[in-house]
T-cell receptor, first 115, second 113 residues
Framework: GENVEQHPSTLSVQEGDSAVIKCTYS??????FPWYKQELGKRPQLIID?????GEKKDQRIAVTLNKTAKHFSLHITETQPEDSAVYFC??????????????FGTGTSLTVIP | DTGVSQDPRHKITKRGQNVTFRCDPI?????LYWYRQTLGQGPEFLTY????????KSRLLSDRFSAERPKGSFSTLEIQRTEQGDSAMYLC???????????FGEGSWLTVV
């Protein structure tokens, strides 16, 4: 099955700096890569996603890049704010296939933005 | 609120007791998922329903665990003879017909004492 690895496990940045979280996946058939933000005691919430036919996607201060050849994808947060502090999870799945029902998650990155 | 809802949000039970969690997915979503999450880990897949049919089950889902979705709407996850290792947050999620993004509920926290 798919194996998703996520780094770093913890990340501290100064307010206003950028944060980058990286994930790798093992199954070349994976084609859908969402990112979730989870605040303490809350549900994981989708913040951005990318499909394998796209190399980059941006949404205001958040961007995701995908390198299919290397099988890795990254989350970029610019101009970080204290409210960005949370645990971020990457995930991979095979959307649109018979085995696309499982989303494989990374182990999470705890981001702290220091005011 | 039209999101995924779960009940109860918190459950403390004695080892050996049975517990049941309920999930109500987003109304137009035909796919429903159960995940388990422990502290410091990402969600781990347990099982998946398409309408009322349970199509996938993880090896994590021992025979003490059973999930149902009798009418293709809400789902229940029952854990029999709970063990301390079952302590976790049980997350329900749903997605639409295009196997799009999954949307999570707030989770049901289980503590087995």
């Amino acid at each position: 099955g798919e194996n998703v690895e996520q780094h770093p496990s913890t990340l501290s940045v100064q307010e206003g700096d950028s944060a980058v979280i990286k994930c790798t996946y093992s199954d070349s058939a994976s084609n859908y890569f969402p990112w979730y933000k989870q605040e303490l005691g809350k549900r994981p919430q989708l913040i951005i996603d990318i499909r394998s036919n796209v190399g980059e996607k941006k949404d205001q201060r958040i961007a995701v890049t995908l390198n299919k050849t290397a099988k890795h994808f990254s989350l970029h947060i610019t101009e970080t704010q204290p409210e960005d502090s949370a645990v971020y999870f990457c995930a991979a799945s095979k959307k649109g296939t018979n085995t696309g029902n499982q989303f494989y998650f990374g182990t999470g990155t705890s981001l702290t933005v220091i005011p | 609120d039209t999101g995924v809802s779960q009940d109860p949000r918190h459950k403390i039970t004695k080892r050996g007791q049975n517990v049941t969690f309920r999930c109500d997915p987003i109304s137009e979503h035909n796919r429903l998922y159960w995940y388990r999450q422990t502290l410091g880990q990402g969600p781990e897949f347990l099982t998946y329903f398409q309408n009322e049919a349970q199509l996938e089950k993880s090896r994590l889902l021992s025979d003490r665990f059973s999930a149902e979705r009798p009418k293709g709407s809400f789902s229940t996850l029952e854990i029999q003879r709970t063990e301390q290792g079952d302590s976790a947050m049980y997350l329900c999620a749903s997605s639409g017909r295009d196997q799009g993004t999954i949307y999570f509920g707030e989770g049901s926290w289980l503590t087995v004492v």
